[in-house]
């Protein structure tokens, strides 16, 4: 094993499948020579030159437009967007084109693309570039949605999602790029991946059980962790890593164990991928719990510039915290 | 390109051959002088910026350095409080030249509840001043031309005459569907808008010919039913004239135009770039020598309307305002988080 950075997984594993794969192309704004906006395509135009690694104009619709063309001729394109906030310039073409090509022409062509992009705030950068819209995403039927935690299962899931026949919307985290894992040495990696659709109990327990995603499973980690030392509760994570689709049985299974649920997301609390999953405990495992099941959200502003107000906004350890213990007692709101 | 429109003309001497050119276009000598230091303001306020970043205490800089020229250009053909203007990020020059002040920047900056721009809720690069008529948008590139294109149509629904709405953007900013959506609405209405890309051949680190696939984004004006015009936009003059024809064109009714302010982008592109990495050095040394500050100070040595003793006392003080508006603006307390949720809808009255 080694230890490598989110970001280093996520640049050698898109080299590996440019070598691997000469269908494999990369397109995106200031992907090449400025080696992305996070540094995420570092060294690849140098590589594989600018006819695979295209630095394209400020126009979100038109190259992933670009792509669900491109791919429904059997190129693998992975398109990233600066920010997934950028993504809505180019939302019709992901939700009325790409997701619905393959079912509305009855299986004539596929699109093969990749569109990456970071999603996440706590970085100071505002509403507009510190949104998060994976609940949009993975509302719409043709769609996959993949959510990485760890370096281990960004290269596990990006490597799947390049070589899936449909459109994956692959989301990053920008507070997650520094964050680092273990991942195999070169020599034992065995071209691994990780299926798309499931999900991984990150932690087991046997008192409550974290339903987290992408920085909130660190998050929750480090909260499961923290309470266990100090409280003794056993906490249980399941990281989603896929929100489309979604692995219910590994979360109904974790919640019969337990029998209490706490949600966290990074996201808005109404309407967002919390809903769902509570639904989905409601609907399979209701006899299951001695607890209301709980969601832990953003607070529902467009997150502001100022630190101090950001952080307010955000979910945080704190909040995670208090949910649990109120869980635990059966608090209800 | 097409010039159908009252243009800069290159030769004055038929009427006064002696008079300087800021006299020749109605300027005065003050005019120039506050125009001057009002440019030096900016970059002033813009090394600050970079400074405070470092110590952690203004997260996002973006720079103005190379475009001042355009913005207080534009500045002089605006009239402040009247005429609609909807800038973007690149815009702090502007910002000044309409009458905000390097305090109010600073607290923008720095996420202050007396931001005047957004209270502490957006950051630094979206600059809004009602008061002004300085709207500001989103951080989606090229988005908010569309607004300006709006408050045009509005003054028309209303049946205000007499007023134009200024828009300005990159010419990255060209590419984006929205500006293209938005300039031919104005185009097909006859809309009293102003264009004004100020091209600086990079977007980020894309160079020009990967953005725009014409030499000249004044070319795109022909497509959308406008004249498209270019300028120097390091010479502040020749920015004014153009802009102000243009504005006067929009106000008249005679329609919309999109102005090129060709210049460079002195600095890098925000505080998270380094152009080193992608410019050459050969490049970024020879732009230095088309800096918009120098090149008008150059005049107003010539024309003897400072003395170069002068200008050294008008830098040095204009530092000393910005140290104290650093000092000022730092010493405010952050936002309550009370207001968290002030503003999400709106309660208050507003005047048209
Ligand atoms: C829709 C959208 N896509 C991408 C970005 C990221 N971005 C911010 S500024 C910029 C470059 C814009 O270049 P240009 O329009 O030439 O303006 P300049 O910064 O050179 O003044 C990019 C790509 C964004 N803010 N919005
Ligand atoms: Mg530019």
Redesign the interface.
């Known amino acids: 094993m080694q230890t490598i950075t989110y970001r280093q997984a996520l640049n050698e594993t898109l080299r590996q499948e440019l070598r691997r794969d000469p269908d494999v192309m990369l397109m995106g704004?200031?992907i090449g020579?400025?080696e992305g906006?996070y540094k995420v395509t570092a060294g690849l135009l140098n590589e594989f030159g600018p006819k695979r690694v295209l630095?394209t104009?400020?126009?979100?619709?038109?190259f992933v437009g670009m792509a669900a063309g491109a791919a429904m001729l059997g190129l693998r394109p992975v398109v990233e967007i600066m920010t997934i906030?950028?993504s809505?310039?180019a939302i019709d073409q992901i939700v009325n084109h790409a997701a619905k090509i393959h079912y509305m022409f009855g299986g004539q062509a596929s699109v093969p693309m990749v569109l990456r992009t970071p999603g996440g705030g706590g970085?100071?950068?505002?509403?507009?570039?510190s949104q998060n819209f994976e609940a949009w995403y993975a509302y719409v039927p043709g769609l996959k949605v993949v959510v990485p935690s760890t370096p281990y299962d960004a290269r596990g899931l990006l490597r799947s999602s390049i070589r899936d026949n449909d459109p994956v919307i692959f989301i990053e985290n920008l507070a997650l790029y520094n964050t680092k894992g273990e991942v195999p040495d070169e020599s034992d990696d065995n071209d691994y991946t990780v299926p798309i659709g499931v999900a991984e109990v990150k932690r087991e327990g046997t008192d409550l059980t974290i339903i987290a995603y992408s920085r909130m499973t660190v998050l929750a980690l480090d909260v499961a962790r923290r309470i266990e030392d100090e409280e003794g509760i056993s906490i249980e994570v399941v990281d989603l890593r896929s929100l489309r689709p979604l692995d219910r049985p590994t979360i109904i299974e974790s919640v019969k164990k337990t029998g209490r649920a706490v949600i966290i997301e990074e996201d808005w609390h109404s309407y967002g991928i919390g809903a769902e999953i509570a639904a989905t405990i409601q609907e399979q495992a209701f006899d299951y719990l001695d607890a209301p099941v709980r969601r832990v959200a953003g607070?529902e502003?467009?997150l502001?510039?100022?630190?101090?107000?950001e952080r307010?906004?955000l979910p945080s350890d704190k909040h995670l915290t208090k949910a649990i213990r109120e869980t635990m007692q059966g608090v209800r709101r | 390109m097409s010039q159908s429109m009252e243009t800069p003309s290159t030769n004055h001497t038929s009427e006064q051959p002696t008079l300087p050119r800021h006299l020749q276009l109605g300027l005065s000598d003050e005019q120039v002088i506050a125009a001057l230091c009002g440019m030096q303001r900016a970059r002033e306020v813009d090394d600050r910026l970079w400074v405070l970043s470092r110590q952690g205490k203004a997260h996002f800089v973006i720079t103005s350095a190379g475009h001042e020229a355009i913005q207080f250009g534009c500045g002089w053909a605006i009239r402040v409080g009247h005429d609609y203007v909807v800038p973007y990020y690149r815009d702090m020059a502007l910002a000044l030249a309409l009458g905000q002040t390097s305090l109010d920047l600073l607290l923008h900056a720095m996420g202050k509840p007396t931001d005047p721009a957004s209270g502490g809720r957006q950051m630094f690069g979206h600059f809004s001043s009602r008061k002004l008529r300085l709207v500001s948008g989103s951080s989606s590139v090229g988005s908010h031309i569309v607004h300006a294109v709006g408050l045009a149509l509005a003054f028309r629904i209303t049946g205000e005459t007499d007023i134009a709405s200024i828009t300005f953007f990159g010419e990255g900013a060209t590419s984006e569907g929205a500006w293209h959506e938005g300039i031919s609405i104005a185009g097909v209405h006859q809309l009293p808008v102003v264009f004004v890309c100020e091209n600086n051949s990079y977007a980020i680190s894309v160079p020009l010919k990967k953005e725009v696939p014409v030499p000249d984004v004044a070319t795109k004006a022909a497509g959308y039913g406008m004249p498209g015009v270019i300028v120097d936009g390091t010479d502040i003059f020749a920015v004014y004239e153009t802009v102000r024809a243009a504005m006067k064109r929009a106000r008249s009714g005679g329609g919309p135009t999109l102005v090129e302010c060709k210049t460079h982008r002195l600095r890098p592109h925000s505080n998270s770039d380094d152009h080193t990495k992608y410019r050459p050095a050969d490049e970024i040394a020879a732009m230095q020598e088309h800096d918009p500050i120098q090149r008008l100070l150059a005049y107003v040595v010539e024309h003897n309307l400072m003395t170069q003793e002068e200008w050294d006392a008008a830098r040095q003080s204009i530092r000393q305002e910005v140290n104290e508006a650093t000092t000022t603006a730092d010493r405010v307390p952050d936002p309550p988080l009370e207001s968290l949720f002030a503003h999400l809808y709106g309660t208050e009255e507003h005047d048209a």
């Open positions: 704004e200031e020579v400025f906006s630095d104009p400020i126009a979100e619709e038109g906030n950028f809505l310039l970085i100071q950068l505002a509403a507009t570039h607070v502003v467009p502001p510039y100022a630190k101090v107000l307010a906004a």
